[in-house]
Protein backbone atom coordinates (compact mmCIF):
# COMPACT_ATOMS: atom_id res chain seq x y z
CA UNK A 1 0.00 0.00 0.00
CA UNK A 2 1.44 3.52 -0.62
CA UNK A 3 1.68 6.23 1.61
CA UNK A 4 1.66 9.28 0.26
CA UNK A 5 2.49 13.37 1.85
CA UNK A 6 0.56 16.08 1.54
CA UNK A 7 -0.32 19.47 1.87
CA UNK A 8 -3.72 20.74 1.86
CA UNK A 9 -3.96 23.89 -0.35
CA UNK A 10 -6.78 25.69 1.48
CA UNK A 11 -5.72 25.34 5.00
CA UNK A 12 -1.69 24.28 4.53
CA UNK A 13 -2.25 20.73 7.03
CA UNK A 14 0.40 18.54 6.03
CA UNK A 15 -0.48 14.69 6.54
CA UNK A 16 0.20 11.11 4.97
CA UNK A 17 -2.29 9.10 3.51
CA UNK A 18 -2.81 5.46 2.16
CA UNK A 19 -4.10 5.79 -1.03
CA UNK A 20 -5.41 2.70 -2.67
CA UNK A 21 -6.00 2.16 -6.50
CA UNK A 22 -8.23 5.15 -7.83
CA UNK A 23 -9.00 6.74 -4.44
CA UNK A 24 -8.39 10.36 -3.77
CA UNK A 25 -6.87 11.53 -0.53
CA UNK A 26 -8.56 14.43 1.45
CA UNK A 27 -7.49 17.01 4.38
CA UNK A 28 -8.33 14.96 7.64
CA UNK A 29 -8.62 18.59 8.73
CA UNK A 30 -11.10 20.47 6.43
CA UNK A 31 -11.68 17.86 4.29
CA UNK A 32 -10.57 19.62 0.60
CA UNK A 33 -9.32 17.98 -2.17
CA UNK A 34 -7.00 20.23 -3.01
CA UNK A 35 -3.84 18.74 -1.96
CA UNK A 36 -0.15 19.13 -3.34
CA UNK A 37 1.54 16.08 -3.04
CA UNK A 38 5.09 16.42 -1.58
CA UNK A 39 8.05 13.83 -2.27
CA UNK A 40 8.14 11.50 0.80
CA UNK A 41 11.87 11.14 2.44
CA UNK A 42 10.18 7.32 3.16
CA UNK A 43 10.28 6.69 -0.79
CA UNK A 44 13.63 8.38 -1.29
CA UNK A 45 15.58 6.45 0.95
CA UNK A 46 19.28 6.87 1.66
CA UNK A 47 21.21 7.93 4.58
CA UNK A 48 19.98 9.70 7.70
CA UNK A 49 20.96 13.18 8.66
CA UNK A 50 22.77 13.97 10.92
CA UNK A 51 20.23 15.69 12.95
CA UNK A 52 17.84 12.74 12.52
CA UNK A 53 20.11 10.26 14.54
CA UNK A 54 21.46 12.49 17.08
CA UNK A 55 20.35 12.03 20.81
CA UNK A 56 17.13 14.46 21.29
CA UNK A 57 16.02 15.08 18.19
CA UNK A 58 13.24 13.79 15.98
CA UNK A 59 12.88 10.52 15.24
CA UNK A 60 15.03 8.72 12.55
CA UNK A 61 12.78 6.27 11.40
CA UNK A 62 9.85 8.44 11.51
CA UNK A 63 10.61 11.81 12.33
CA UNK A 64 8.23 11.92 15.47
CA UNK A 65 9.04 15.13 16.81
CA UNK A 66 9.44 13.17 20.03
CA UNK A 67 12.27 11.77 19.26
CA UNK A 68 13.94 7.95 18.97
CA UNK A 69 11.52 5.00 20.04
CA UNK A 70 8.03 7.43 20.29
CA UNK A 71 6.13 5.84 17.71
CA UNK A 72 5.01 2.82 16.62
CA UNK A 73 7.50 2.25 14.18
CA UNK A 74 10.43 0.91 16.23
Known sequence: ?????????????????????????????????????QLSSFAVGGEKSPVASSPGSACGTCGDPRGPGSCSMN
Open 1 to 37: MPIFEYICQQCHHSFEAIVLGSQKAACPKCESKRLSQ
